[in-house]
């Protein structure tokens, strides 16, 4: 009798989709985690191909980017016009960035994030290393920064400072 009624109050929690069974959950997690990743890959093939609006269409509509030193570009049109500018630098210094594929993703839901490191390199040798954190939502089956930063592991060296100017003659 005790068994006929666990195995009736199992059947009926199973069937409304209450509780999830570990695989199901594992494999929906993991299709996530895959997905978010497959953002920052298609990000560094995009930004060392020169491509920004391939970059920018991975943002959400009101994504707001927050690189270092600089003030945060809010807005598909702001983070294209920051990444078009940053692109042509790169490219003019020879520079390629390369993202570890090794992340920590999480997923909650319709959220995610990823947080990483990066290398900087230029004519075959490392400039810069550093971190990221990207935050994702996922909309309508598709995963979108919403919050993308990054900064290096070492600080900027020092700006060289003003000329002084010239001592007056002495009388």
Known sequence: ????????????????????????????????????????????????????????????????LLPPGAPAAKGRAAILAFITKDIASSKEGGAVIKVDPKTDVGVSGNMGWESGTYTVIVKGATVETGKFLSVSSKKDGKWLYIRDTWNADVAPAPAAPPASPAAPAKK
């Open 1 to 64: 009798m005790i068994r006929s009624k666990i195995i009736s109050w199992l059947s009926a929690v199973l069937a409304s989709g209450f509780v999830a069974l570990p695989g199901h959950a594992l494999a929906a997690g993991n299709t996530d985690e895959a997905a978010i990743r497959a953002q920052t890959t298609s990000w560094a093939k995009a930004y060392n191909g020169g491509d920004a609006k391939a970059i920018t269409a991975l943002y959400a509509e009101d994504a707001i």
